[in-house]
């Protein structure tokens, strides 16, 4: 079974500038979640989708973020405009679960590295 | 709200060691899930253990041991006979039964030496 698959690997930007990260979650998993790890910590989660319907997006600052889950299979996040304390990890997280699957293991992506100049 | 904490920032320890890594928790939910993940070098989060706010039998897999007591609202790891390859990040994570995103402590980086 093929994992979560994020790309690019790797991004830099200037502040100001804008970028966007893709997952493909495992297929058959109807949850996805997008989370960021600054360094030095651990992941905060951004959004929640559940099939392409957003569960919980209370912790993503609207102002510069969004993202979407369109057919409920890929999800694109994307950062307009970037500043400095966005430089972070970007994780891509899914499980198979949809309605009351907490205790489904979320499978993580290798993440997405943003370095904000 | 919820609140995991590790406490311990960095552990290095000597191969073959053992060592406890600490992890406490808060919620005011009854059902909730507690999760450890593993953040080897490459950066990708490994699922280790999971465990139900209901059931808090001990688990042993090999050399990796659970300890999570309710009354003192914690969830220990232990590695038995460490090795280097159990050098990472590892992180203790809650989900309330609601089904929202993981909150993932601030992590222990585990230093094994050989």
């Known amino acids: 079974e093929a994992g979560v698959a994020q790309s690019p690997r790797y991004k830099i930007i200037e502040k100001r500038q804008s970028v966007a990260f893709w997952c493909n979650p495992i297929s058959g998993h109807a949850t996805l979640y997008w989370y960021q790890q600054i360094l030095g910590q651990g992941p905060k989660l951004l959004i929640q989708?559940?099939?392409?319907?957003?569960?919980?997006d209370s912790q993503l600052p609207k102002d510069r973020f969004s993202a979407e889950r369109l057919k409920g299979v890929d999800s694109t996040l994307k950062i307009q405009p970037a500043k400095l304390e966005d430089s972070a990890v970007y994780l891509c997280?899914?499980?198979?679960?949809?309605?009351?699957?907490?205790?489904?293991?979320?499978?993580f992506g290798p993440g997405t590295r943003l370095t904000v100049l | 709200a919820q609140k995991v904490t590790q406490a311990q920032t960095e552990i290095s320890v000597v191969e073959k060691e053992d060592v406890t890594l600490d992890c406490v928790y808060e919620?005011?939910?009854?059902?909730?899930?507690l999760f450890w993940y593993k953040q080897p070098p490459s950066g990708e989060l490994v699922f280790l253990i999971r465990?139900?706010?209901?059931?808090?039998q001990n688990e042993i897999s090999g050399r990796y041991s659970w300890n999570f007591q309710k009354s003192t609202s914690s969830f220990n790891f232990t590695i038995t006979a460490s090795q280097v390859v159990d050098s990472a990040v590892y992180f203790c994570?809650?989900?309330?039964?609601?089904?929202?995103?993981?909150?993932f402590g601030k992590g222990t980086h585990l230093i094994i030496q050989p």
């Open positions: 994570a809650l989900i309330r039964g609601g089904a929202d995103g993981l909150t």
């Open positions: 919620t005011r939910d009854t059902t909730y899930y």
């Open positions: 997280a899914s499980h198979r679960g949809s309605g009351g699957g907490a205790w489904n293991e979320q499978f």
């Open positions: 989708f559940q099939n392409n319907g957003v569960v919980d």
């Open positions: 465990r139900n706010s209901f059931d808090e």
